[in-house]
């Protein structure tokens, strides 16, 4: 087999394994296994995309703690047809290429990945009704520079008000955008825009309770609700409770092609692992002006010596997006947002 389907995962990439046993021999192999995509997880049973079908999975053991996540490409034995009652077994999981991590919380000191493999990561934030929160839009984006996806505004509600004042304060990183609102026949405009923006995508759509996020869900994929449902008769729950993510495909008349992942309940996100040296790649010239930054440095507003200060003085770096950057910064650490 090819190595896409790896020994290791990004989330394991920490923990050097010891392998005690030679991994030949004994182990099955899997020439029979097809490929699948996971889109959504509940109770320990996966709901797989296999050939079209919506196959229903477990874990195989030698997986053993190995996480399986939404937009996980796994490899699966057993009977794939997809039918009542049928129960597939995933053999492996294929190496991720981008991981997007949920905070830690009080229930759960880990910061665990919601979802793999995603390319984009879209920051829904109402511009009024609920009241839009920087603190929080800023961290949703350092989230999505040190995982490796690219950002999207998404601003709703821009019926209730003008979205300048808000797009000032991303301006200066560069950070895309899109604006939409709703009319007084309740259509949302400015949906084709976020349609372009997602096509060829897989895209997490992040959003804080009330800011419209289900409504755009609803407005992308017209037969949400159903695909969900049909996910629930799978799984042999009555309704969605689970707070797991769930990845839809956008409807092929609108998008060239496209996946988005809604994330019910996900509010927050995981950054005490976010190292400044890697953030600063996300934004290659900034990156260039630190490398005379003395050992260890940050790169935050309180260092003596950092090269950004060094640029700024000389005319080089724009302040506005240094400052910017800093704000990003501070955010992996603020509690309250
Ligand atoms: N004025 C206005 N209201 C909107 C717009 N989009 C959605 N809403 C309303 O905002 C409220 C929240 O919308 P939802 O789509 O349920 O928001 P959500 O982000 O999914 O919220 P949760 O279900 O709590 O996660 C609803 O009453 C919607 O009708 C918009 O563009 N303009
Ligand atoms: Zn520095």
Redesign the pocket.
């Known amino acids: 087999m090819s190595g896409r389907y790896g020994e290791h995962d990004v989330e394991h990439y920490e923990r050097p394994r010891r392998r005690t046993r030679p991994r030949t021999k004994e182990r099955p192999s899997y020439d029979d296994a097809v490929d699948g995509s996971v889109i959504t997880v509940d109770r320990g049973r996966f709901t797989l995309l296999v050939e079209g079908r919506r196959v229903l999975a477990m874990k195989a053991r030698p997986l053993g703690r190995k996480g399986v996540v939404v937009g996980d490409r796994v490899r699966v034995v057993g009977d794939v047809t997809g039918n009542d009652g049928s129960l597939a077994r995933i053999v492996e999981v294929a190496d991720r290429s981008t991981v997007l991590r949920r905070t830690a919380d009080d229930d759960d000191p880990i910061e665990r990945v919601i979802v793999a493999n995603a390319t984009q990561l879209v920051v829904?934030t109402?511009l009024a009704?609920p009241e839009p929160r920087s603190r929080w839009i800023d961290r949703a984006l350092v989230a999505a520079y040190d995982a490796g996806l690219a950002p999207l505004l998404c601003l709703?509600?821009?019926?209730?008000e003008n979205p300048e004042t808000l797009l000032s304060t991303y301006r200066s990183l560069g950070v895309p955008w899109v604006v939409?609102?709703?009319d007084a026949d309740?259509r949302?405009v400015g949906l084709a825009d976020l349609q372009t923006r997602l096509a060829g995508h897989t895209s997490v759509l992040i959003?804080?309770?009330?800011?419209?996020?289900?409504?755009?869900?609803?407005a992308l994929v017209p037969d949400a609700r159903r695909a969900i449902g049909h996910v629930n008769a799978v799984t042999g729950q009555g309704r969605h409770t689970s707070t797991s993510a769930i990845m839809l495909e956008l409807p092929a008349s609108t998008t060239a092609g496209g996946w988005i992942v809604d994330t019910?309940g996900i509010r927050s996100f995981g950054l005490a692992h976010v190292q400044p040296e890697h953030l600063i790649e996300a934004f290659p010239d900034l990156d260039e002006m630190t490398e005379e930054c003395p050992r260890g440095c940050t790169h935050g507003d309180d260092e003596p010596e950092c090269g950004l200060d060094e640029a700024i003085a000389e005319g080089t770096a724009d302040p506005e997006r240094v400052a910017s950057f800093r704000r990003l910064l501070a955010a992996r650490s603020v509690t309250d947002y």
């Open positions: 829904v109402a009704d709703t509600k821009a019926d209730l939409t609102h709703r309740r949302i959003g804080t309770s009330g800011v419209g996020k289900s409504t755009l869900v609803n019910p």
